[in-house]
């Protein structure tokens, strides 16, 4: 499957045959019918929960793809929100078609859950440095002695509140969660997250990529059956790490915006907004590690 984008960078989009109905950090969302929204995803980028200036060339593109990429694959596992519905269909506009053309999906409108699954299958980040001051990780009591970026004995479930736009995600206990949305939705949650996690992370390492962590979202039908949603398993969602280059004590070089915080880590920023500019190397290195997460998942 060719990583290279078809369409020009796309910091925002604008159709005027469908109505905007949200926009977050990356994805703009647009009404198609009572049953059915379109999803965009731009080549925005956010790092600490702040949208940069600049757009990430081919970003928008990589993330749909990957994303149905996976809810094909994990179908057995779980329903997913992804529709066949052709996207001539919902935009009648051929040149408004052609911009949006590889970085949309038409899916199904579902009532969203007000929690963000977060899987751990490595100690790293803010995961990490929980762990150096508690010896736990979200309240999870892990063994003593665990290097930076060790691969956990069983991946945990850490889930967070859906924070807005230019706020934080707070980390709950899987108790804050069941008193949220229930203890059996919450548990199918939980188990959910974990299957789609472990089944993902084998099959990428077998391709030379380890999924260090992840979060998924989910949703209900009018039944009241779990769904997956919004995106699956990509380097905006996930830590992927190359296996090749892989050693637990440090921490490993990504496929993903990590690149993008590292360098935002060098620079005198209060991380609040605006974003500071980046320059010309950054985005088109960042950009081929996009496209490589693609390259080696689905070719």
């Not at 769904?227 to 969602?237: H, R, Y």
């Amino acid at each position: 499957m060719s990583a290279k984008p078809s369409s020009a960078p796309l910091l925002e989009s604008h159709l005027t045959s469908l109505r905007r109905v949200h926009q977050g950090k990356v994805r703009d969302i647009y009404a198609v019918d009572d049953a059915h929204m379109l999803i965009v995803t731009t080549d925005r980028l956010s790092a600490f929960d702040v949208v940069l200036p600049q757009p990430i060339p081919g970003k928008g593109s990589v993330l749909t793809r990957i994303s149905r990429f996976w809810f094909d694959k994990t179908r057995h596992l779980i329903p997913n929100h992804l529709t066949s519905i052709p996207l001539e269909r919902v935009v009648a506009d051929a040149g408004e078609r052609a911009v949006i053309a590889d970085r949309s999906m038409v899916v199904r409108k579902l009532r969203a859950l007000p929690v963000e699954a977060v899987v751990r299958g490595y100690l790293i980040g803010s995961g990490w440095k929980d762990y150096q001051q508690t010896g736990a990780v979200c309240g999870i009591q892990l063994p003593a002695g665990l290097r930076q970026a060790e691969r956990l004995a069983q991946p945990i479930f850490t889930p967070t509140t859906k924070a807005p736009m230019g706020a934080h995600d707070e980390s709950v206990s899987f108790d804050e969660v069941a008193a949220l949305i229930g203890p059996a939705l919450a548990a199918s949650v939980r188990d959910a997250a974990l299957s789609l996690y472990t089944y993902a992370a084998a099959y990428a390492l077998e391709r030379g990529i380890i999924i260090a962590d992840t979060k998924f979202e989910f949703g209900v039908d009018a039944a009241g059956t779990l769904t997956l949603i919004d995106e699956a398993l990509t380097p905006d969602s996930s830590r992927f790490w190359p296996l090749d280059t892989y050693r637990p004590g440090i921490s490993p070089p990504s496929f993903d915006k990590q690149f993008v915080r590292d360098y935002l880590e060098t620079l005198d920023w209060n991380k609040r907004a605006p974003g500071p500019q980046l320059p010309p190397d950054i985005l088109a290195k960042t950009a081929d590690k996009y496209a490589e997460a693609l390259r080696r998942l689905t070719d």
